[in-house]
């Protein structure tokens, strides 16, 4: 049984920073996906970025380019995401998701396992 468990966010100004991580248990996710997605209020679940665990590779969405890093400890099982020049407009509930391949992928429905999310919001 995967289990992913979020944690990391909280109420932060414009212009700060915070690092979400995920911590992933019951199975070896060397074989993997693991992705970051975000709901705001009234929004559709978006994309916000994506890692292949063996590989490291990455990929983000358009608004977290050149502001968020998502990166992973192999040895803690645990997946991060870190958000620098936060915008009111990042605010949203973060949610971290594993997919049973090794192909990232930023389709929500491509993810088979999904943590309980995490609340970020940016005072402007």
């Known amino acids: 049984q995967v289990q992913l468990v979020e944690s990391g966010g909280g109420l932060v100004q414009a212009g700060g920073s915070l690092r979400l991580s995920c911590a992933a248990s019951?199975?070896?996710?060397?074989?993997?996906?693991m992705g970051w997605f975000r709901q705001a209020p009234g929004k559709e679940r978006e994309f916000v970025a994506t890692?292949?665990?063996?590989?490291?590779?990455?990929y983000y969405a358009d608004s977290a380019k050149g502001r968020f890093t998502i990166s992973r400890d192999n040895a803690k099982n645990t997946v991060y995401l870190q958000m620098n020049s936060l915008k009111p407009e990042d605010t949203a509930v973060y949610y971290c998701?594993?997919?049973?391949?090794?192909?990232?992928?930023?389709?929500?429905?491509?993810?088979?396992?999904w943590g309980q999310g995490t609340q970020v919001t940016v005072s402007s």
């Open positions: 998701a594993a997919r049973s391949d090794i192909r990232y992928s930023t389709q929500i429905n491509a993810f088979n396992y």
């Open positions: 019951g199975r070896t996710f060397s074989s993997y996906a």
């Open positions: 890692i292949n665990w063996s590989s490291g590779s990455t």
